[in-house]
């Protein structure tokens, strides 16, 4: 089994398994026995000597030529679009997103990296005229040093590239974790890496658990930065620890997405964009739709629609092609969601379909989507996030009464409205206090070349993606010179 066994990679190489007890084995959500890899677990020891080792290194690929450093980006974006079928059925078997679904987030992968490589090139800075005669001011970016990307097993290859790659573009050196349930993408990204070229130290990747490896990077004083993308309770542990030592930190955590549907939408229109915000990616996205406010005129067309068309969404096995909702990710989310439709059903709240486990011969994680109505803003199905296929519907009458509905929420990530009111529209982009606002369209599933991030308690720091990333991955310098 030893050959079989895979394990981190560290200053410029896969570590050799030495016979470690400490195996992660990977499972398929769709099919629980089939076990797609097997991983050494790293510990403290491992996860210091790739921080020293991204520390050893940072100097010189801070200073590397910038023609270098897009090469090797174009070259990791070109492979993993290259291979996508490949890599997308790996990421679908792992954490069960549907081929279609995984094949899009691949794709999305591979062109971050190719849209880093082109802003290896840009500007890095301003030069002033200073308000003293014969001064010259140059205002610049350069590098932060050392940093741990903490990564979920929602999005195993998009979210760890759109972290990677601003990190390694502008001069930062790399110590990734994954999430432990989506190693196998994470492996097979570092792969690609291992041969793009980058020199030793620059990349490392730790396969491992949060209390070992997470805790390392965390505590570490040779880490100058931190991004990570997971849940509200360990977001403020990392916030907290960031703080402690202060080094910079980007947090993208939870959400609690409203979806307002006015009377003057198109019913089918809205109906489908509210399945693919809260159902689709079995609603494991913290953009995921999980409140619907809807408004009277159009809320008995709209439901009655809403539960005919999730009734008839196919959930099943990832790899079937006629899956259009794959299981959840794991047996433990899968007992969550269940606690949650019976908290639902305590709470008072009518639950008009879906909300069960649906038993196959393999065990599949399989849960049908749930709508629940005659919801009240204060039940904690429609406060709390559950990162599952389960829909909280809330009736209003007005489009005040709507958006009051949609602002009061602790999390602002994406809010969503479906209207053919321009008026509506424009009013409800400008007020909203949510950190990506669509109209028309499901508040999950964005762009990978433009700002991406919330308000309130679902981000924290810099926004991550297209040129906002600068933000966080660089630091600033100002230079005063007298002629
Ligand atoms: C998307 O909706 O396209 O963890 C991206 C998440 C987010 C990414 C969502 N950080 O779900």
């Known amino acids: ?68 450093r897009a090469d090797i980006l174009n070259y990791i974006g070109c492979e993993i679009l290259e291979r996508r079928t490949e890599l997308a059925q790996l990421l679908s078997r792992e954490e069960g997103k549907i081929f279609k ?14 849209f880093y490589a082109q802003e290896a090139l840009r500007a890095i800075g301003e030069k002033y005229n200073s308000v003293r005669n014969q001064v010259d001011i140059d205002v610049y970016t350069q590098a932060v040093g050392v940093v741990g990307v903490i990564s979920p097993w929602n999005f195993p290859i998009a979210i760890p590239a759109w972290k990677i790659a601003p990190a390694l ?33 620059v990349f490392n990747m730790l396969i491992g658990s949060g209390c070992k490896v997470g805790n390392s990077i965390l505590h570490s004083n040779d880490v100058d930065a931190i991004t990570f993308t997971g849940s509200e309770m360990t977001g403020r542990q990392v916030a907290e620890i960031a703080a402690s030592r202060m080094v910079r930190v980007q947090l993208e955590m939870g959400g609690k997405n409203p979806l307002v549907i006015l009377d003057d939408a198109d019913l089918e229109i809205a109906v489908d964009i509210a399945i693919q915000g809260s159902f689709f990616s079995t609603g494991q996205r913290c953009t995921a739709s999980s409140r619907v406010i809807v408004c009277s005129g159009i809320y008995e067309k709209f439901i009655k629609r809403l539960v005919e068309k999730t009734r008839a969404l196919k959930v099943g096995d990832a790899a079937d092609v006629n899956t259009e909702i794959g299981p959840v990710v794991d047996a433990k989310q899968l007992q969550q969601n269940l606690a949650y439709i019976q908290v639902g059903l305590h709470e008072g709240a009518t639950l008009l379909c879906g909300g069960e486990h649906l038993h196959s011969e393999q065990g599949g994680f399989y849960f049908t989507p749930a709508i629940f109505t005659d919801v009240t803003p204060q039940m904690r199905i429609y406060r709390e996030e559950i990162f599952g296929p389960i829909l909280s519907v809330l009736k209003v009458n007005t489009y005040e009464e709507a958006f009051l509905a949609a602002e009061d929420t602790a999390f602002g990530l994406s809010a969503g409205i479906v209207t053919t009111s321009l008026k509506y529209a424009e009013d409800f982009k400008r007020r909203s206090s949510a950190g990506m606002v669509m109209v028309n369209l499901a508040t999950a599933g964005v762009d990978y070349h433009v700002a991406f991030g919330g308000n309130k308690r679902s981000s924290l720091g810099a926004r991550e993606q297209g040129t906002s990333a600068r933000h966080f991955f660089t630091k600033l310098k100002t230079t005063y010179q007298f002629a």
């Not at 510990?43 to 010189?60: F, N, V």
């Not at 679904?101 to 190719?114: D, I, P, W």
């Open 101 to 114: 679904e995984a094949l899009a987030e691949v794709e999305r992968a591979g062109r971050s990296f190719k």
């Open 169 to 201: 573009c502008f001069g930062n050196t790399v110590v990734f974790k994954p999430a432990e349930l989506v190693s196998s993408s994470a492996w097979a990204l570092a792969e690609i890496i291992s041969r793009s070229g980058l020199p030793s130290g």
């Open 1 to 68: 089994m030893s050959s079989l066994v895979k394990t981190s990679y560290v200053n410029g190489e896969f570590v050799a398994y030495q016979g470690s007890k400490d195996i992660l084995e990977n499972k398929n959500p769709s099919n629980p026995s089939e076990i797609i890899d097997y991983f050494a677990r790293a510990d403290e020891a491992l996860t210091l000597q790739a921080i020293s080792a991204a520390k050893a290194a940072s100097k010189d690929w801070a200073n590397s030529n910038p023609q270098f």
